[in-house]
């Protein structure tokens, strides 16, 4: 059974910096392709960043140029480097999982605030 834990969310001031960190459970981590979504109230769940086994990635417009998503096969982990974060990317943030089905994690808040 596929397992995803994330952590590294929290409140950060706005310009400020978060890394989110992923680690998925079990074996074959490679072959996944790895994502982050991220819902705000009363919105929809968005992608935010995806990142395939091979190591193509593409994001939300949104996130362009301040987000950067990587992956560590050897630690079963998947990263989002968040900079320059605006209130606006206030939202619990999932990780994500995909091989032949969806996987998701339980989710963590980023709150930008001052």
């Known amino acids: 059974q596929v397992q995803l834990v994330e952590s590294g969310g929290g409140l950060v001031q706005p310009g400020g910096s978060l890394r989110l960190s992923c680690i998925k459970s079990?074996?074959?981590?490679?072959?996944?392709?790895m994502g982050w979504y991220r819902q705000a109230p009363g919105k929809q769940r968005e992608l935010v960043a995806r990142i395939t086994g091979g190591g193509t990635t593409n994001y939300a417009d949104s996130v362009k140029g301040r987000f950067t998503i990587s992956r560590d096969n050897a630690k079963n982990t998947v990263y989002l480097q968040m900079n320059s974060l605006k209130p606006e990317d206030t939202a619990v943030y999932y990780c994500n999982a995909f091989f032949r089905m969806n996987y998701w994690g339980q989710g963590i808040q980023v709150t930008v605030s001052s």
């Open positions: 079990g074996t074959t981590f490679s072959i996944y392709d």
